[in-house]
């Protein structure tokens, strides 16, 4: 089933059944052809996910328009490394790795303006974001990165959407229902200090590690899109999820800064449009999806609430955003509120 075949149906029905090993994904023209570069494209999701349709979508075309000059192949779940996205985000600035996606509150451990994207409560639709790191706010992340070795691809910002609560056995209708909540949460200091500040007990594991620790007892709860509850079975270990969307998030397509700049013009541009193309659909995708994943996830016995969102933004009004206009920058601050309005 190719990318551009995938419906809401058909991609939700493929997510319940296909394997979970990970597994490179390799064009026709890959296998073919003799190529002049080869590379590799790690993500953190499973094979039957959108970010993975979209990735081998993309890199097939690269491929065939390249003629065979420049493979890629599409790695999911990082292909199995140890140590997760903070390992492959190291193996990328190093050039042991070509291409990667990777949340933003990740990537700031690197980029510390990179957390701009996640800032909870910034935006209520994602176009709002995907205007943003296609303007301006982009433009200027971009050079942030390359100061790290790091490409981040103009127009290639994937889609996640917005982050919700999923618990094992509380329900979550406010903030005080946050209290002592052992809540996972990426590699990222943003997410810490956001569940901090609400009054909960962040617990940070790698998302290779989620399911067991939902599944354990190690974590009660943990807040990701509805797609990454579906894609990763979480409801097979959870039972209630809030709908909070307190953060967007996305995946970030990057590439290691000398690998990219040593391509051809002509490649590059193959690259770069497809990027545009590939990732303007998967965003039409993901967002129709967890749309969708409200009835599929009730239908699997989840129960939805939805929170009182005033008392979770009055326990950030305090110092939290001061403190992370501090941390990110004032100028992302200023060129993120251009498109959000003001934040806090």
Same mark, same amino acid.
């Given at each position: 089933m190719s990318y551009s075949q995938v419906t809401r149906r058909n991609l939700l029905s493929s997510m319940g059944s296909a394997a979970t090993l990970s597994m490179?994904? $390799?064009?026709?023209?890959?296998?073919?052809?003799?190529?002049r570069w080869t590379a590799r494209q790690f993500h953190n999701?499973?094979?039957?996910?959108?970010?993975?349709?979209?990735? #081998?979508?993309?890199w097939d075309k690269v491929a065939k328009e390249s003629d065979g000059r420049l493979v890629v192949t599409v790695h999911?779940?990082?292909?199995?490394?140890?140590?997760?996205?903070?390992?492959?985000?190291? &193996? %990328?600035?190093?050039?042991? *790795?070509?291409?990667? /996606? %990777? *949340?933003?509150?990740? %990537?700031?451990?690197?980029?510390?303006?990179?957390?701009i994207q996640g800032m909870p409560f910034a935006f209520k639709r994602s176009e709002q974001i995907h205007k943003a790191m296609d303007g301006e706010l982009g433009a200027y992340l971009r050079a942030e990165c390359k100061t790290k070795g790091i490409y981040l691809f103009p127009h290639g910002l994937l889609e996640n959407?917005? @982050?919700d609560l999923n618990t094992v056995s509380r329900r979550v209708r406010?903030?005080?229902? &946050?209290?002592?909540? @052992?809540?996972?949460?990426?590699?990222? !200091?943003?997410?810490?200090? %956001?569940?901090?500040?609400?009054?909960? +007990?962040?617990?940070?594991?790698?998302?290779n590690k989620l399911y067991d620790g939902l599944k354990t007892g190690e974590v009660d709860a943990q807040e990701n899109p509805l797609v990454i509850c579906e894609t990763n079975k979480l409801y097979e270990v959870t039972k209630f999820i809030s709908t909070t969307h307190h953060s967007w998030s996305g995946f970030n397509l990057l590439g290691n800064d000398d690998f990219w700049n040593s391509l051809p013009d002509d490649i590059r541009k193959i690259v770069?449009?497809?990027?545009? $193309?590939? #990732?303007?659909? +998967?965003r039409r995708v993901t967002m129709a999806l967890n749309q969708a994943l409200v009835v599929k996830l009730?239908? @699997?016995?989840?129960?939805?609430? !939805?929170?009182? $969102? =005033? /008392?979770?933004? =009055?326990?950030l009004a305090g110092g939290f955003y001061p403190r992370?206009? +501090?941390?990110?920058?004032?100028k992302a601050w200023t060129l993120l509120e251009k498109t959000s309005g003001r934040i806090g």
């Open positions: 490179p994904f $390799i064009s026709g023209m890959a296998r073919a052809a003799t190529p999701q499973p094979a039957a996910s959108p970010l993975n349709e979209a990735l #081998v979508k993309l999911p779940q990082n292909n199995g490394i140890a140590g997760s996205d903070p390992a492959a985000l190291e &193996m %990328l600035r190093k050039g042991e *790795l070509e291409f990667y /996606t %990777l *949340l933003a509150g990740i %990537l700031a451990n690197v980029v510390p303006a990179m957390d959407g917005f @982050r406010e903030a005080d229902d &946050m209290a002592g909540l @052992r809540v996972r949460v990426p590699d990222g !200091q943003i997410f810490r200090d %956001l569940f901090t500040t609400l009054g909960a +007990q962040p617990v940070t594991l790698n998302i770069g449009r497809n990027v545009a $193309i590939e #990732v303007a659909a +998967q009730t239908g @699997r016995g989840m129960t939805f609430d !939805q929170p009182d $969102i =005033a /008392t979770f933004k =009055a326990r992370w206009k +501090q941390q990110v920058g004032v």
